[in-house]
């Protein structure tokens, strides 16, 4: 089935350190890959997605890269500040009608000043 | 837009009793989800709607729980008879068309179970 594998967590950075969260899929057809990000107290929020291979998501200085080849699709920010300070999902959602969203486990992050 | 409403924002119950969660998706959203978070399970579907019919069940649990969606705006989320291992904060989200689209959550539900 279909299936997100994230890096275990979690993770504890210093301001203006660079992030790298690692997110693998596994997916029978071609799916739409997102990240979602939640603060503390609140419900998820989309991050930025990408809807196929090569396309790069981007939003509030993160980025992620749609990889086909490694079925990968890894979040980056060169400088992460403590607001940053949440839990991150990435997740897949295949072409059709009647599709869901399937989530990886979460990372949850830390940004200490 | 008022975003995704849910009610109430924080339950307290015994063991035993009925719980039912309410949720206001976005105006013009076609689906709705209701998912539930914990420490231990992480975020699991427990089911979603399209136009108002239960399109997947397989995450409810079991028969204790039941979901309904009246209407376009407006679906509930019943536990009865709840149980401590219920205790989770449960989150619904709308989704306008296609699978790519972004899915909105609301604030979510606490529920405690005692």
């Known amino acids: 089935g279909d299936s997100v594998t994230q890096m275990e967590g979690p993770v504890t950075l210093s301001e203006e350190a660079f992030l790298t969260i690692n997110c693998t899929y596994t997916?029978?057809?071609?799916?739409?890959l997102f990240w979602y990000v939640q603060y503390p107290g609140e419900g998820l929020q989309l991050l930025l997605k990408a809807t196929k291979a090569d396309d790069k998501g981007s939003n509030k200085g993160f980025e992620a890269t749609y990889r086909k080849e490694t079925t990968s699709f890894h979040l980056e920010k060169g400088s992460v500040q403590v607001s940053d300070s949440a839990v991150y999902f990435c997740?897949?959602?295949?072409?059709?009608?009647?599709?869901?969203?399937?989530f990886g486990k979460g990372i949850t992050l830390s940004v200490r000043p | 837009d008022a975003g995704v409403i849910q009610s109430p924002r924080h339950e307290v119950t015994e063991m035993g009793q009925e719980v039912t969660l309410r949720c206001k998706p976005i105006s013009g959203h076609d689906y709705l989800f209701w998912y539930r978070q914990t420490m231990m399970r992480g975020l699991e579907l427990l089911i979603y709607f399209n136009n108002n019919v239960p399109i997947d069940d397989s995450g409810m649990p079991e028969d204790r729980f039941s979901a309904k969606m009246p209407n376009a705006s407006f679906s509930t989320l019943k536990i009865q008879p709840s149980e401590p291992r219920d205790s989770a904060v449960y989150f619904c989200?709308?989704?306008?068309?296609?699978?790519?689209?972004?899915?909105?959550f609301g604030p979510g539900t606490r529920l405690t179970v005692l």
């Open positions: 997916a029978t057809g071609y799916p739409s």
């Open positions: 997740a897949l959602s295949l072409t059709g009608a009647n599709s869901k969203l399937t």
């Open positions: 989200a709308s989704r306008q068309g296609l699978s790519y689209n972004e899915q909105f």
